[in-house]
């Protein structure tokens, strides 16, 4: 196969991007987008400031540009993301206690009945779990309304649209020893044994040398399709895009039947929220790097 998505749906997968809205009149970033990829991701567009800039005022401008081009182009969508700590407008930071806990629950009912049958995989909660060693939760305001907030919020969620498999998201959770990961680990194995709707896992896998790539991140997919959920790999971007260690993370979704398929953060590094990085797979002038072509011959 010549292109990225083509490659991966060889065996049932998709290879995806994450598109900004603002990039897509741009016309060499729109060519690669369309070319190389066959599911999206909005990289801003979709979260909480952007969708409900105030409180019961939607606002999907953006969000529907890149939909439409989604769609348009015979692409599947990832929605992203229904419950985070970051990226809150004013109104929904100064919230706390109940009033927090059902502005949460009228958000993730207002963004889903907009795009209710549309989305292939939602992110219904962002990020809850603790950097470092205490396998805690994050400390936030969503945090504070009760640790039950994030299985209220995949409820919610279910309910809502059936048809969207409901994701939990975060990252330095790829490696399998590490306290965030296996904190994550008991989660999903709660919400199963107890029936809370989750259906999938995604890996954002934003490797640099603070969290780099280590080859039990299989082992990590594997364990948590064994608990019966699928798994993702949502925001690859890799600092230096050593074309070896793309190619391994390429080749750890492959193994895992449940890996349902592989997001980039972005287009060309000059799109990365971490230019600096050169994380991603194409040039600036839009040429192809050498990581790209160790992701094609992995897929
Ligand atoms: C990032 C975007 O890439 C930036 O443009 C924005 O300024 C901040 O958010 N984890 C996530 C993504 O789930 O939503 C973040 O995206 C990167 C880290």
Redesign the pocket.
């Known amino acids: 196969e010549s292109t990225l998505g083509a490659a991966a749906a060889q065996s049932g997968r998709y290879f995806g991007v994450?598109i900004?809205a603002n990039r897509l009149s741009d016309s060499t970033y729109a060519s690669i987008a369309n070319r190389e990829f066959n599911s999206v991701t909005a990289?801003?567009e979709m979260?909480i400031d952007a969708t409900e800039p105030q409180r019961g005022q939607f606002n999907f401008t953006n969000a529907d540009r890149i939909y439409n081009w989604a769609v348009q182009n015979g692409k599947e969508v990832r929605g992203?993301?229904l419950a985070?700590h970051?990226?809150q407008p004013g109104w929904m930071q100064s919230l706390s206690g109940s009033a927090l806990r059902q502005a949460m629950i009228d958000h993730i009912n207002g963004v889903m009945a907009h795009y209710k049958g549309k989305i292939a995989q939602w992110?219904v909660v962002?990020?809850a779990f603790a950097d470092g060693s205490s396998g805690a939760r994050r400390d936030s305001n969503l945090e504070r309304t009760g640790s039950d907030w994030i299985e209220v919020a995949f409820r919610t969620a279910r309910a809502a649209d059936p048809s969207a498999k409901l994701c939990y998201?975060d990252?330095n959770v790829e490696n399998w020893t590490w306290a965030k990961t296996q904190a994550m680990y008991r989660m999903v194995k709660d919400f199963k044994q107890r029936g809370v709707p989750i259906d999938c896992v995604g890996f954002?896998s934003?490797f640099n040398s603070g969290s780099p790539y280590n080859s039990n991140f299989r082992t990590t997919l594997q364990e948590f399709a064994a608990l019966g959920v699928d798994v993702a790999i949502?925001?690859l971007d890799i600092q230096g895009a050593s074309p070896t260690t793309y190619a391994a993370v390429v080749n750890d979704c492959l193994a895992v039947s449940r890996c349902l398929g592989v997001t980039v953060?972005?287009v060309r590094d000059m799109d990365?929220?971490r230019s600096g990085d050169t994380p991603l797979l194409f040039n600036n002038d839009g040429s192809k790097k050498a990581a790209y072509t160790a992701v094609l011959n992995a897929l």
């Open positions: 994450a900004a990289e801003n979260k992203h993301t985070w970051s990226q992110d962002n990020e998201n990252y954002q934003h949502t925001e953060w972005g990365s929220w």
